[in-house]
T-cell receptor, first 111, second 117 residues
Framework: DAKTTQPPSMDCAEGRAANLPCNHS???????VYWYRQIHSQGPQYIIH???NNETNEMASLIITEDRKSSTLILPHATLRDTAVYYC????????????FGGGTRLMVKP | GAVVSQHPSWVICKSGTSVKIECRSL??????MFWYRQFPKQSLMLMAT?????????EQGVEKDKFLINHASLTLSTLTVTSAHPEDSSFYIC?????????????FGEGSRLTVL
C-alpha cells in the first residue's frame, strides 16, 4: 500500500471547519483513500473513503486532487467531540487487504 | 456502518495466565478479520489476519504460539494471549471487512485493554 504523510498535530476552533491534509504521492490507480479516526481508548472509526471523485457523507467531506497525490478531509463544523487522531490510509479493495496505519494527525478542537 | 464488537473491553490478569479476547461481527458475516495491537502513544500495528476455517497469517515478529487465533465461524474470531507477561499489556483491536452493501471499508471493534500484572 502507498505511504501517506500527515502533519502530526493540528488545532481547530470549535464550530469552524477542520481541514486535514494528507499526501500520498505514490498512490496507484486502484488504491482508494480512506480516513479513519480514533478517539482516545476506542477502536478506530470509519469516516469516509474515495477513489477519484470528491465524496461527502454525514460526517465529513473528502477532497481528492485531480492527480490523486493528495487529499483533504473536511469536518465542516468541528465540535469538541471531534478531538481525535485522524488516519489517512491508501489501500486497494482486495478482500483480504488490511489497513496499514501511519502516525496520523492529532486534531485538537478547542472551545 | 457495520458493527464489530469485542469482549472483554478490559481485563487484568496475573503473569503466566492466558486471556481470551472475542471479536464478533454483529450484523454481517466476515470471512476475514484482522487483529491489531496498540501500545501507548503509538499507532495500530497489525498482528495477524484471521481467516474463517483456516489458519491465521501472522505478521513478522508476532509469535503464533503465543497469540492463538481461532476463526471458527463467519461472525467470531478469538485471540488468546497465552502465558501473558507484563510486556503483553496493550490495547488489542479487531476489525472486519463490511459485508454486502459495503465497498471495502473495514470496521473496528471497541478494543480490549489488557493489563498483565
Amino acid at each position: 500500500d502507498a505511504k501517506t504523510t500527515q502533519p502530526p498535530s493540528m488545532d481547530c476552533a470549535e464550530g469552524r471547519a477542520a481541514n486535514l491534509p494528507c499526501n500520498h504521492s505514490t498512490i496507484s490507480g486502484n488504491e482508494y483513500v480512506y480516513w479513519y479516526r480514533q478517539i482516545h481508548s476506542q477502536g478506530p472509526q470509519y469516516i469516509i473513503h474515495g477513489l477519484k471523485n470528491n465524496e461527502t457523507n454525514e460526517m465529513a467531506s473528502l477532497i481528492i486532487t485531480e492527480d490523486r497525490k493528495s487529499s483533504t478531509l473536511i469536518l465542516p463544523h468541528a465540535t469538541l467531540r471531534d478531538t481525535a487522531v485522524y488516519y489517512c490510509i491508501v489501500r486497494n479493495n482486495n478482500a483480504g487487504n488490511m489497513l496499514t496505519f501511519g502516525g496520523g494527525t492529532r486534531l485538537m478542537v478547542k472551545p | 456502518g457495520a458493527v464489530v464488537s469485542q469482549h472483554p473491553s478490559w481485563v487484568i490478569c496475573k503473569s503466566g495466565t492466558s486471556v481470551k479476547i472475542e471479536c464478533r461481527s454483529l450484523d454481517f458475516q466476515a470471512t476475514t478479520m484482522f487483529w491489531y495491537r496498540q501500545f501507548p502513544k503509538q499507532s495500530l500495528m497489525l498482528m495477524a489476519t484471521s481467516n474463517e476455517g483456516s489458519k491465521a497469517t501472522y505478521e513478522q515478529g508476532v509469535e503464533k504460539d503465543k497469540f492463538l487465533i481461532n476463526h471458527a465461524s463467519l461472525t467470531l474470531s478469538t485471540l488468546t494471549v497465552t502465558s501473558a507477561h507484563p510486556e503483553d499489556s496493550s490495547f488489542y483491536i479487531c476489525s472486519a471487512r463490511g459485508g454486502q452493501g459495503f465497498t471495502g471499508e473495514l470496521f473496528f471493534g471497541e478494543g480490549s485493554r489488557l493489563t498483565v500484572l
